[in-house]
């Protein structure tokens, strides 16, 4: 089974640092326990409210859980961009389903739709934090966001997934430049499924 997740810490510093690793090892120890769907994100909103230095620290994250061999996955967002999804015969698409509010919040109130989300069985998706997309592009105040992240996808599809990846980041820091380059942290998560796993 793959289980993957995505997700950024709000502010910058050491205690939003230690925050987010916290927050990982949690995440990890929570999917080996066997939690899922809800129950997972609802123990990780427990673990950041326990931790974070103040009430407005909240995290935002997409979960990714697929079984082997089939023909999709299941997706969670909590306040965080879609993904991309991508298919051996060089499509690309922009995943981005129902999802819940940020953690932290509204502690113990909120709800995290899982939603099935069809994919090739050699296919493959990329997660990304929002500081891929978040750059401003020129001179004003527009930003790259998913429809400029997509189309740049769409215009290296064929690639593989280092060059692929290294692509995107690196023409998402080019168009930031004028703008002052990319102001958040940038992470990128690429997954490829060979059809039998």
Request: neutral net charge.
């Given at each position: 089974m793959t289980h993957a997740v995505v997700g950024d810490v709000s502010g910058h510093g050491p205690d939003e640092a230690a925050?987010?690793?916290?927050?990982?090892?949690?995440?990890?120890?929570?999917?080996?326990?066997?939690?899922?769907?809800?129950?997972?994100?609802?123990?990780?909103?427990?673990?950041?409210?326990?931790?974070r230095s103040g009430p407005e620290i909240f995290a935002t994250?997409?979960?990714?859980?697929?079984?082997?061999?089939?023909?999709h996955m299941n997706l969670q967002r909590a306040g965080h961009p879609g993904v991309l999804i991508r298919s051996p015969d060089g499509d690309v698409r922009l995943e981005e389903v129902p999802g819940g509010p940020v953690l932290g919040l509204l502690p113990g109130r909120m709800s995290w739709p899982v939603t099935a989300v069809p994919v090739h069985r050699r296919g493959a998706v990329m997660m990304f934090t929002d500081g891929l997309i978040e750059g401003r592009i020129g001179t004003g105040f527009e930003r790259l966001g998913e429809d400029g992240l997509l189309e740049l996808a769409r215009r290296h599809r064929h690639e593989a997934a280092d060059p692929f990846v290294d692509t995107l980041i690196n023409s998402a820091q080019t168009l930031a430049a004028s703008g002052g380059g990319l102001a958040d942290d940038v992470a990128v998560l690429h997954l490829e499924w060979n059809g039998a796993t």
């Open positions: 925050l987010g690793v916290c927050l990982r090892v949690a995440w990890r120890s929570f999917v080996l326990a066997g939690a899922r769907g809800q129950q997972l994100l609802a123990l990780l909103e427990q673990i950041l409210v326990a931790e994250l997409t979960c990714l859980t697929r079984l082997p061999a089939e023909d």
